[in-house]
């Protein structure tokens, strides 16, 4: 596996090894010895979430703060996406920073996001995304922030349509932290 550092410290872009011949491919797409390796996190996953959207829509920013925080490994099945980190800890140099990837089903990329991270995606074309989560859904510990929220100003591939939003979504609260 290939790690591509971001300007975000912790957050990873990862990037499996396919290995093709002339029947086709195949890739590793989660180890747990080469991942924690890779990421140094020696965490427990909790569960495995699968997403579908058509094209257009923007779901997040979405992130889970103490008492339960939560890291997630994000890939795309099918279909391209605009994957958007932000970062949320407080004693980080890069607090309220985001950083943005396409990850698709064409380049495999992976993006690791550690505890202390907001996360949304605005999808491309349909999309089927796939993310690992590291702690159970915590109500009491949910962080919601607007996706245009203009402190953060991120830089959404919209080429000036408006997204698909859920009511949640929409109504999410400006920059909280």
Known sequence: MEVLQTPLPGL???????????????????????????TGWTGQWWQDNHSWSHAGVLRGLHAQKEPSPQGKLVRVLQGEIYDVAVDCRHDSPTFGHWHGFRLSAENRLQVWLPPGFAHGFLALSAAEVSFKVSAPPDASATLAIRWNDPRLAIDWPLDGARPILSAADAAAPFWPC
């Open 12 to 38: 990873l872009l990862l990037r499996p090894r396919l290995i093709g011949d002339h029947r086709g491919a195949f890739m590793e797409a989660f180890n747990p010895q080469a991942f924690t390796q890779a």
